[in-house]
């Protein structure tokens, strides 16, 4: 996962970038910051300490016009941002499936990588014409590409936190650290000169905490190892 925000679904105990967290029934929590090379760095570190799955974890932007927030997607392969091709752990995505059908509504279908974030629905709408994934994030792909060469199984959980036709303002994203810590300060700037921009980070951190309650929900039904098998 990305960010502190989307571990505290998963681990009870306080969260510390960059640290390795040790959850019930031996499964490990890292998080990354974001971004792909960051991703595939938590990963390794993870492999490197026994891990011997790789799950995804975390938020989503929305390219299918079907999807809002907090919905779920449980892709059965993923379009890395260099355009290869991972598919899921079959008999772990039909665990999870099993685990989660009738409580909450999910989606199979891709979800594609993205090194940079997408923030405006034209680009969301090019990204979906040219991939078919219905939903976007930073890290999956280099997840995926870990997993491969270490020969583990490799799954995604993934909410969505912003819907397809949703702009993330420019405010927002220079706000922001590689781990989602807000500065008040150059948010403040930033909202200075577009002040309607306000009611757009409302409705953003609303639709986030939506995201957020699907994924402990999630948690709640599949247990902290999310069924790793």
Known sequence: MAVPA????????????????????????KVSGMGPRRAALASRTLLENGATALLSWGSAGGLAPKLFPGNLILPKTVIASDQSLYHVETSWHQRLCNRLKGHVDFHTEPLVESATVVC?????????????????DM????????????????????????????TIPESSLNSVDEFGRL?????IQGLAGHPGGL????RIARNYRA???????????????????
Not at 120 to 136: Q, S
Request: aromatic residues 4%; glycine residues 8%; contains cysteine.
């Open 6 to 29: 989307e571990a505290r679904s998963l681990a009870r105990q306080p969260i510390v970038n960059g640290g390795l967290i040790h959850l019930s029934d031996g499964a490990m929590l």
């Open 120 to 136: 405006t629905p034209a680009e969301k709408a090019v990204l979906f014409l040219r991939t078919g994934a219905i939903g976007v």
């Open 139 to 166: 890290e999956s792909g280099a997840v995926a590409t870990v997993a491969q060469e270490a020969r583990v199984p490799f799954m995604v959980v993934r909410a969505i936190a912003d819907s397809a036709d949703t």
């Open 183 to 187: 500065s008040c300060l150059k948010l």
């Open 199 to 202: 009611f757009t980070l409302v």
């Open 211 to 229: 995201a957020q309650r699907t994924l402990a929900m999630v948690a709640r039904l599949t247990g902290y190892n999310l069924l790793i098998p």
